[in-house]
């Protein structure tokens, strides 16, 4: 069925250039790419205020996303008694953990659930915040699952004008996107020591924070301004119209 899409189509639009390169490889077909566009919410540029380094997390807590949140909340709870590095990390997600994830994810002031969110109160969150979490698994079946997929919350995490620090394996699509352009603090294996320094790095490297900040802000209005992207997704379809007319103009003479 999608071998037929293809054919029968002028161009197909993928969500980032992992997917578009392996489809072509494997269907054929001419691909765009279009990553998840954003307007840039009203939040006010960073600055290092925080007595208690904040760090949220908003998104999906599924495909073993949670086991990568608790191990970071574990190297929060190590770093306050081995350095007396004070940070929590606060989990926001429309669907209600487990009570098995709960457990895991709940370690008061260390990692807390703090339930679901709309955008309004989302963007207050983080311009509350120090740094924004992105996960993902590292176990081979959620990693085929994820590798072409970028997550939705990448263009808005850059916007949001703060550090992002992600962890989750180098071959999955929306952790090499961040790696590629450099785009944040990133750890691509599950070793509790690495992740604890690069946590202890980002934490007391205000310099850093700032730097990502502002680069995030730079790329999301370069790379995901809603205006260009619907500009390019309207001539898409306008030239498919006219190819498609000039076809059948073909066929009927």
């Not at 161009?11 to 997917?19: A, T």
């Not at 953990?97 to 370690?107: G, M, Q, T, V």
């Amino acid at each position: 069925a999608y071998q037929w899409a293809v054919n029968y189509s002028d161009c197909i639009v993928s969500i980032g250039d992992k997917m578009a390169v392996e489809y072509h490889k494997r269907f054929g077909g001419k691909y765009i790419v279009a990553m998840n566009s954003i307007d840039k919410p009203d939040i006010a540029p960073y600055t290092a205020t925080n007595k208690v380094v904040q760090l949220v997390y908003a998104g999906n807590l599924g495909l073993n996303r949670w086991k990568i949140l608790s191990l970071i909340a574990q190297c929060l709870v190590e770093l306050k008694e081995e350095s007396d590095i004070n940070a929590e990390l606060s989990i926001y997600s429309l669907i209600k953990p487990n009570k098995h994830e709960l457990r895991a994810l709940s370690n008061p002031p260390y990692s807390t659930y703090k339930g679901s969110v709309d955008t309004e109160g989302l963007n207050r969150i983080k311009a509350k915040s120090d740094l924004l979490v992105h996960v993902e698994a590292f176990d081979n079946n959620n990693r085929h699952i994820t590798r072409l997929s970028i997550s939705t919350k990448i263009p808005e995490y850059l916007a949001s004008g703060r550090c992002v620090f992600a962890v989750g394996p180098p071959d999955v699509a929306s952790i090499q996107y961040l790696v590629d352009n450099d785009l944040g603090v990133v750890v691509t294996n599950n070793d509790k020591s690495v992740i604890k320094a690069k946590i202890k790095e980002i934490i007391t490297n205000v310099d850093t924070r700032v730097l990502y900040a502002n680069k995030g802000i730079k790329i999301a209005l370069e790379k995901h301004n809603i205006v260009r992207t619907v500009e390019a997704i309207q001539h898409i379809i306008v030239n498919a119209v006219k190819n498609y007319k000039y076809k059948d103009n073909q066929v009927n003479e």
